[in-house]
T-cell receptor, first 117, second 113 residues
Framework: GAVVSQHPSRVICKSGTSVKIECRSL??????MFWYRQFPKQSLMLMAT?????????EQGVEKDKFLINHASLTLSTLTVTSAHPEDSSFYIC?????????????FGEGSWLTVV | AQSVTQPDIHITVSEGASLELRCNYS??????LFWYVQSPGQGLQLLLK??????LVQGIKGFEAEFKRSQSSFNLRKPSVHWSDAAEYFC???????????FGTGTQLKVEL
């Protein structure tokens, strides 16, 4: 089946630095990718939707200058947390779908744990 | 806007017992519905999905779910739970066109041996 891979699975960074998380679709072309954030024991909150070759669409309350999303190819989207702070520590999950139409299955990556110290 | 409600935050069942996890949605038309499972510290795995057609959907690992339009529900069931089923379960809905998912708050399943 389709596979979505995230890297790194765990990352620790110092406060004030930037960290990049990659999301790759391994055996299909992902026209749309989604980035979610999940706090411990809570549900997934959609941060942004990225379409290949265009700017990401951010959900209300998500700082686009802090969470930079790039979807430069049909198999790769990146999330960069800029000037990270401890409150940015969280579990970040991406998902991908192969077409823009309705009714398509959405596949999730394994998630990335970010700890800001 | 669409929303998803999972009324049960925690559920504990004995191994071998049957299971039903509740999910209710709010949306004007027929939504596309999903159930995902998440083990601790892991990503989400798709259990099953409903797009149209037969309202009883079979999924992986022996799970099934039934779409009931009159009740706006999409409950997940399993006739006999295994200890390895202990995990967090999320119901999700997307309304088509954007493939954006809205998740319920999740139900934590604990299985007693």
């Amino acid at each position: 089946g389709a596979v979505v891979s995230q890297h790194p699975s765990r990352v620790i960074c110092k406060s004030g630095t930037s960290v990049k998380i990659e999301c790759r679709s391994l055996d299909f072309q992902a026209t749309t990718m989604f980035w979610y954030r999940q706090f411990p024991k809570q549900s997934l909150m959609l941060m942004a939707t990225s379409n290949e070759g265009s700017k990401a669409t951010y959900e209300q309350g998500v700082e686009k200058d802090k969470f930079l999303i790039n979807h430069a190819s049909l198999t790769l989207s990146t999330l960069t947390v800029t000037s990270a702070h401890p409150e940015d520590s969280s579990f970040y999950i991406c998902s991908a779908t192969s077409a823009g139409g309705s009714g398509n299955t959405i596949y999730f990556g394994e998630g990335s744990w970010l700890t800001v110290v | 806007a669409q929303s998803v409600t999972q009324p049960d935050i925690h559920i504990t069942v004995s191994e071998g017992a049957s299971l039903e996890l509740r999910c209710n949605y709010s949306y004007g038309a027929t939504p596309y519905l999903f159930w995902y499972v998440q083990s601790p510290g892991q990503g989400l795995q798709l259990l099953l999905k409903y797009f149209s057609g037969d309202t009883l959907v079979q999924g992986i690992k022996g799970f099934e779910a039934e779409f009931k339009r009159s009740q706006s529900s999409f409950n997940l069931r399993k006739p006999s739970v295994h200890w390895s089923d202990a995990a967090e379960y999320f119901c999700a809905v997307h309304t088509g066109g954007g493939n954006k998912l809205t998740f319920g708050t999740g139900t934590q399943l604990k299985v007693e041996l």
